[in-house]
């Protein structure tokens, strides 16, 4: 990291960046589950609506502090700008997790979280190609190697989940006979003596299938932060 010069506003930006990469390491796990025990669990809702607020707006203030870094990329302010959207609409939809906890058959409220549920799936779509735009501009060879190929795998996971997830929901709602007959059809030809229920399971399904999208992506959040903190200070022995 020898390439960057150590005037005291690059210094200034470099230590945004490393504070907003540290905040967006904890923040996407810790929203993962403030979410979805927001949504599900009631020991959480003791404290109204804010959990759940708080955890994604973790996630925004993350986004704002990678903003001073290289302001004048066109391409990596156009991808950070795209996730930070995506953040802030997640921000604006988390106080409906408590709503639907309490009144989990309301249509509004239901419509809402399964639609902050697509666009959380979104939000960490963007957020691996603007994680490989932030590599690109670091003079690291392996980094950026690394960060392309498990940012381009990440991202088809995360497109197939969007899709997945959106036809699932749309069926649900917009077809509710086909979509009760395709579950009888599925209860009738499961293998397995023990019936999963896709209305109470589903959620967890789908969490399961996240969490290697999600590992990876903090994985190559924790390493670029490692990798701009080994330039500033040096290498650790």
Not at 109 to 116: A, L, R, S, T
Request: with cysteine; aromatic share 14%; proline share 7%.
């Amino acid at each position: 990291m020898s390439d960057f010069s150590p005037n005291p506003e690059l210094l200034s930006s470099l230590g945004r960046l490393a504070r907003g990469l540290s905040a967006l390491f904890w923040g996407v796990p810790i929203a993962l589950v403030v979410c979805v025990q927001s949504a599900k669990a009631d020991w959480l809702n003791e404290v109204p609506v804010f959990p759940a607020f708080c955890a994604t707006a973790l996630l925004y203030y993350a986004l704002t502090l990678l903003g001073s870094f290289q302001p004048q990329e066109r391409v990596w302010r156009a991808a950070l700008e795209r996730a930070k959207l995506l953040a802030l609409v997640n921000v604006g939809f988390s106080p409906f997790l408590y709503f639907w906890n309490k009144i989990p058959f309301h249509p509004y409220f239901d419509g809402v979280v399964h639609f902050n549920m697509i666009t959380g799936l979104v939000f960490l779509l963007l957020l691996n190609p603007m994680l490989h735009r932030l590599a690109a501009m670091l003079p690291d060879e392996t980094l950026r190697l690394e960060t392309r190929l498990f940012t381009t795998l990440n991202c088809y996971l995360l497109a197939l989940m969007v899709v997945v997830a959106s036809l699932y929901l749309l069926a649900q709602r917009y077809f509710p006979t086909g979509f009760e007959q395709a579950l009888v059809f599925f209860y009738q030809v499961n293998p397995f003596p023990v019936t999963i229920s896709l209305d109470r399971g589903g959620l967890w399904i789908a969490m399961i299938f996240l969490l290697l999208p999600v590992a990876m992506t903090m994985a190559i959040t924790w390493k670029i932060k490692e990798v701009i903190l080994a330039g500033v200070f040096g290498p650790q022995n």
